[in-house]
């Protein structure tokens, strides 16, 4: 192997010999402003790629480049109008191109230096999400893949959040899907029309909590191809529910009848329908954009997490919150198909470790964390907080359960299997209020 790398490396100093003679036949040889011979790169075609010997260890890159050190030697400074000095290449330039022809020949013959892990450059895996890891939330479930994966020792991560050009919720799965980021911590309903299926489980008032809202979205996902078919494009790690959302308002709001004349931020279609119903008005906007939009009196409430009241700040902007615990929304991890086929054992591992029901229903309860955190903020602030009650929540359910049914109805028009998937999730959840009781 080692004989013919050397051959090659002299058939090419032979071709670029060639083209130094043929420039400075031309006349490109110029001499450099301190009396020497021009840099590299500035004497012809041939001559600073030769002096260039690049080896590859996997996939990391040396370079060595050497300009040529007698400054007075032929033909580098043959006067150009005297082309019948030159009558051969640089004695110079040729044994340095040989000789680091010959060095890289070398390196990619030796097995114990091809084998050296400091000359393998890591993998780069980029994770885009919302928001930033000074979040708990996130600093838990992003900040843990990104450390975990690091710890493999072949992995660079670069994280794209908020403020950053690929943290755009709305196109999360075309970013991951098109390899422009490898992988992607995103929401269902901030891809407006992409999930209509994958939504049916943040249907308002049909479940009691996130984490059992967790446990039927990941065991409904393993046994319905309608709702893998949507994840068609990506792969899909995990997914889960995040912890109800509530109405947090700029002013004091005792019931859902109090939403009348209000503008609503959401992005839940049938929490939308449910404000229209009671004679507010909506805006949908991706969370981080709330605090602005109630700052400026854009909206006069939003519908959120506790959590993301704590995230985003929106403490500082609302004094009214009603807890209806009306949505658990659905959110998941995807990564690249070919970026996650070509990953090296440990990482894929990694990646697998984190494909698990476990590792959901851990997403899930840091949401109940953070509720924590942003629920005892409003309270030292002293907002005014109503929370509705069990019978009053199932009152809620019976009164807008048609929405429900009328999204249904819109989306098996369309050919969305919605009834069958909606089916199985009920069923499911009927499953876990037995095993509770």
Known sequence: MLRRLVAFA???????????????RDGNHRRSLLGGVAPIGERGPGIGRALVGSARYGSSRTRVA?????????????????????????????LLARAS??????????PSLADDPALHQKIRISIAHIGTLNAPNLRKTVGSLR??????????????????????PTKFTELTSRGIVDIAFATAQFEQGRYPLNTLIGEPFIAPDHVTATKVYWSTLQTSRELQSEFASVHLMVAFCSSPEQFHAIRPIASLDDLRGVRVMTTN????????????????????????????????????????VYVFGT????HGHLEVDSVMTPNFMIINPAKYAALPAAAKAV????????????????WSEVDRLGRDAAIKRGADIVTLSPADRDAAHRR???????RIDALEKKGVPARKVFDAIEGALADQADGRR
């Not at 002299?10 to 400075?24: E, G, L, Y």
């Not at 906007?285 to 519908?303: D, I």
């Open 10 to 24: 002299m058939r090419r100093d032979d071709a670029v010999n060639d083209s130094h003679r043929r420039s400075s």
């Open 66 to 94: 050497t300009a040529c050190p007698i400054a007075s030697c032929v033909p580098c400074d043959a006067p150009p109008f005297r082309p019948a000095a030159v009558k051969s290449p640089c004695v110079t330039v040729r």
């Open 101 to 110: 022809a010959l060095a890289f020949a070398l390196v990619v013959a030796s």
């Open 147 to 168: 450390d975990a994966l690091e710890a493999t020792g072949e992995v660079d991560v670069t994280l794209y959040g908020q403020g950053t050009s690929y943290a755009d």
């Open 269 to 308: 279609q049938t929490v939308m329908a449910m404000v229209r119903e009671l004679g507010g008005s909506t805006v949908a906007l991706p969370t981080s954009a709330q605090y602005e939009q109630l700052q400026k009196g854009v909206v006069g409430a939003v519908s959120n997490s506790w959590t993301g």
């Open 315 to 318: 403490n500082e902007v609302t």
């Open 351 to 366: 990646i697998d470790r984190f494909s698990t029901l476990e590792t959901a229903v851990r997403f899930a309860e840091v």
């Open 400 to 406: 807008f359960a048609h929405l429900t049914a009328a």
